[in-house]
């Protein structure tokens, strides 16, 4: 490896110009001194804003689908509840690179201010759903104009030093992860109020007619509040270089950066070839994508299911928990959580490296899951603590497994391998296919859980016990493909 090699990303020349938006961000990075906190909480605000609409109707979404009366039996409302919870997923993957370009060629902040607006409007009519294809059409909608994530990744990477750029970006992934577990705890505390605290919410109150519209709409005023901070935010796209320079793709110069196992970014080559070409060819860059999509397949089917299993009957191997139960184990857990990103992370990470944790946590969550069927034979205090303490670690692991190396490397690898002006769109790519991948996870689940439920006698993992084993065995492929020859490191 050559010694004197320009270091990736080298500053591009560009001419300031004082009514460029992206030149104004350029020099206020260059007289920033330690790390920017103030831009750091934009991007935590507008993450979690986009995490928790994600998942904050799985602790509510079983009685919702009952509610609607079209599952013919019991273990059927599995079966339809599934369907709404991927269509969040299937419009998201149609749309992001679509909003990728428009934020590629209008900046990151139009796109973000319309993905905070759409979250205040569309989770609110999902909260007042009257009938299943209602619920259905807001959450489609909600995932086709939800177009945070991609857009904060390449805001994050731009508003920030390139000594900071690995904490910006770890901080769009801790934001995310606390948000699939702030979200369905504020879904199960609030949901059907008028039933758990009927001394404030009177059951002829808009409340008590429409029981999950709470819960969605304290994550709509928090998203519009994040909304109105957002009309602060600085936009980080150079305009000018817009007018001035239109790049071919068939002869654009880029630097393609990679992963390099420890947090860092490595240059490879400086090369004139197609941006798509050089992204489909980056063996590291898709290794990488693949294995994410593997673990978030597994995350969200996880979320859907164990709520589904929490709340369904004890006859049919569930715990018959009601929504504001799951919303304290989901709460408990993330406290749990949240210190473990604080105080175990950064030590766990630096002694193994990001490629070790990753599978040490894979190989530890396995057992783990495959004990949850079993404590439905618990009961009382000590079916409570020991499920907390389940869910603590498996969300920790979980976690773990996304953050390091499969969400930070790819983070980081993504946005170092495009130019500004695709960066987003680059984004766009990763979330669309993440977001393909996720679309399968909530039906295939919850089709599979009502499966499930129906094999009670069955002579191979009865009940649960079959959907606790696939979710294992997509782990356990998971974790098979993080070693070589799959899993493609720098220089390999």
């Known amino acids: 490896m050559a010694e004197n090699r320009n270091p990736l990303l080298l500053p591009e020349k560009k001419d300031l110009q004082e009514s460029c938006p992206g030149c104004k961000v350029d020099r206020l990075k260059e007289e920033q001194r330690g790390i920017p906190y103030k831009n750091l909480s934009y991007i935590w605000l507008v993450t979690l804003c986009n995490a928790m609409s994600i998942s904050s109707l799985f602790p509510f979404i079983y009685f919702m689908i009952r509610d609607f009366h079209v599952a013919k039996r019991e273990e059927d409302i599995g079966f339809y509840a599934g369907f709404v919870g991927s269509s969040y997923m299937v419009g998201r993957g149609l749309t992001s690179v679509f909003w990728g370009m428009l934020a590629d060629r209008y900046g990151r902040k139009p796109v973000i201010l319309i993905g905070t607006f759409s979250v205040a409007i569309l989770n609110v009519l999902f909260g007042l759903s009257t009938n299943l294809w209602m619920a259905i059409v807001t959450r489609f909608l909600l995932g086709c104009f939800n177009c945070l994530l991609g857009t904060v990744r390449a805001y994050a990477t731009e508003i920030c030093k390139d000594e900071h750029r690995a904490l910006a970006l770890s901080v769009v992934s801790t934001s995310r992860g606390l948000g699939l577990i702030i979200g ?24 008590g007619r429409f029981p999950y519209f709470l819960p969605c709409l304290l994550l709509s005023t928090y998203a519009f509040g994040v909304f109105i901070c957002c009309w602060w935010l600085p936009e980080t796209l150079h305009m000018h270089n817009l007018e001035k320079k239109k790049p071919d793709s068939r002869d654009l110069e880029i630097s393609c950066g990679v992963y390099d196992g420890t947090g860092n970014i490595t240059e490879v080559d400086r090369h004139k070839s197609s941006s798509k070409a050089s992204l489909w060819k980056n063996w590291p860059l898709m290794s990488t994508v693949i294995v994410y999509c593997v673990f978030s397949l597994q995350e969200i089917a996880y979320t859907e299911v164990f709520s589904l299993w929490a709340v369904s009957d004890k006859k049919y191997g569930g715990l018959s928990f009601s929504s504001e139960e799951v919303g304290e184990v989901l709460a408990i857990s993330g406290l749990g959580l949240l210190l473990f990103q604080l105080l175990l992370y950064p030590p766990v990470e630096k002694i193994l490296g990001p490629i070790r944790s ?135």
């Open 184 to 207: 369905p705890a504020i879904g199960g505390f609030f949901a059907a109020p008028a039933e758990k605290y009927p001394t404030i919410f009177a059951k002829s109150s808009i409340f």
């Open 358 to 492: 990753t599978r040490l946590s894979a190989a530890i969550s396995i057992p783990f899951l495959a004990s949850y069927p079993y404590t439905a034979m618990l009961s009382g205090l000590t079916l409570h603590i020991v499920l907390n303490l389940a869910t603590m670690i498996r969300n920790a692991l979980s976690q773990l497994l996304l953050k390091v190396s499969v969400i930070t490397g790819i983070f980081i690898l993504l946005n170092n391998a495009v130019p500004q002006h695709q960066r987003a769109a680059a984004n766009g790519f990763s979330m669309t296919a993440m977001s393909i991948t996720k679309a399968f996870g909530p039906a295939s689940a919850g089709a599979l859980f009502s499966w499930a439920q129906k094999r009670q006698v069955a002579s191979f993992l009865p009940g649960d016990q079959m959907v606790f084993f696939v979710l294992n065995l997509i782990q356990l492929l998971g974790l098979v493909l993080t070693f070589k020859p799959f899993l493609a490191l720098p220089g390999e």
